[in-house]
């Protein structure tokens, strides 16, 4: 038998290399609780009828609440018993909701069931998290913060038990859940060179919808490269980290129905698009906009803010920024 470190030995480690609080110990502490309780809901949900849709009923006639209704309760439950968040936005919440708003240091912005077109096959879908600090010397700061102000952005992949985080100037790093359900083995995530395993990961059908000079950019070069698409971000972000290549979700501009048209893209800012950026960043990647703006530098006007987003190894996202600014 094999024993690895786990996620919360070398965490601890970061801390004390770092010279760190222990607050950020109880935030990830929060985190993980809320992953493992995601995870154990998502994977016994197709035999309790937690997969089912809205409005739903099972069988003994009770209303079944959606998957990402219930991720969203777990995670604001743990994050609220650490004392240390000072509100949060999740996706599955219009308003901000305060927690800790005396004596809370962090801002959690967090999507705790991404890719729901996967759920009702129970196939894999994203816990998503993005953290950004208060302004702990000068007066109270303000919680629309951009990416690059973000101290740590994260993913779990939800049943697969794999869970990916970004340090701040620390570098990207995964874990695997083991037999006792602790996330352990760090690996750090760097972007391959090599573009001979690099791969494209868009929605295929829309492409007649893209601008046009991001379609020329596709039928140029999807060529050179593998394709996949599992329709859940953390997912399909999860092999561009491994094998390099880029993701992209491009504003829709074309469609046949113009008000099916998403001008601003469909991915959220906050809690999607700025949290796989601050990963794809700290594994050697690059993450723009429509307009070749990198995802970090993004200043949110709101909270649900979206975005388009091309993202992954950088010589990609720097030849499509090229079109995308020309
Ligand atoms: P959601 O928040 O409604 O689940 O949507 C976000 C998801 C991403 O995980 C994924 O990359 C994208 O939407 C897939 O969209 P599409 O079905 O249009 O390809
Ligand atoms: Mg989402």
């Known amino acids: 038998m094999q024993f690895e470190q786990t ?9 004390e290399k770092y010279n760190r609080t222990y607050h950020f110990l109880i935030l990830m502490e929060a985190l993980m609780s809320a992953a493992k309780h995601i995870q154990y809901y998502y994977l016994t949900g197709a035999l309790r009828g937690h997969l089912g849709f809205a409005d739903a ?23 609220r018993t ?11 919440s219009a308003d901000i909701i305060p927690l800790n708003v005396d004596g809370g240091r962090y801002f959690v912005y967090f999507d705790p069931l991404d890719g729901s077109s996967n759920v009702p096959h129970g196939l894999p879908v994203g816990f998503l998290f993005g953290i950004a600090k208060r302004n702990l010397e000068g007066p109270e700061d303000y919680h629309l913060r951009s990416g690059k102000d ?27 859940i083991d037999e006792i359900m602790n996330y352990v083995k760090p690996v750090r995530m760097i972007l391959p060179e090599d573009a001979k395993s690099w791969e494209l990961s868009f929605n295929s059908a829309n492409r007649s919808t893209y601008a046009q000079n991001v379609q020329e950019w596709i039928h140029n070069n999807e060529k050179n490269y593998a394709f996949r698409y599992l329709g859940a971000l953390a997912g399909d972000f999860h092999r561009i980290l491994s094998t390099g290549g880029m993701f992209m979700y491009p504003a829709i501009v074309n469609h046949p129905n113009p008000k099916k048209n998403r001008p601003a893209g469909k991915l959220r800012l906050m ?29 949110p006007e709101n909270h649900h803010q979206r975005t388009a987003l091309y993202m992954g190894s950088k010589p990609l996202v720097d030849d499509i920024t090229r079109v995308l600014t020309t």
């Open 271 to 299: 809690y999607e698009a700025a949290v796989v950026a601050f990963m794809c960043r700290e594994a050697g990647g690059h993450a723009v906009d429509e307009t070749g703006t990198p995802i970090l530098d993004i200043q």
């Open 150 to 176: 973000y101290i740590a952005a994260g993913m779990f992949v939800i049943p697969t038990g794999t869970f990916t985080i970004a340090l701040k100037e620390a570098g990207t790093w995964r874990f695997h």
């Open 57 to 79: 009923v099972n069988v003994q006639g009770e209303d079944v609440m959606r998957m990402d209704s219930i991720a969203h309760e777990i995670t604001v439950h743990y994050l």
């Open 82 to 92: 650490t004392g240390r968040v000072i509100h949060v936005v999740s996706e599955e």
């Open 7 to 15: 996620f919360m030995n070398f965490l601890l480690h970061h801390q």
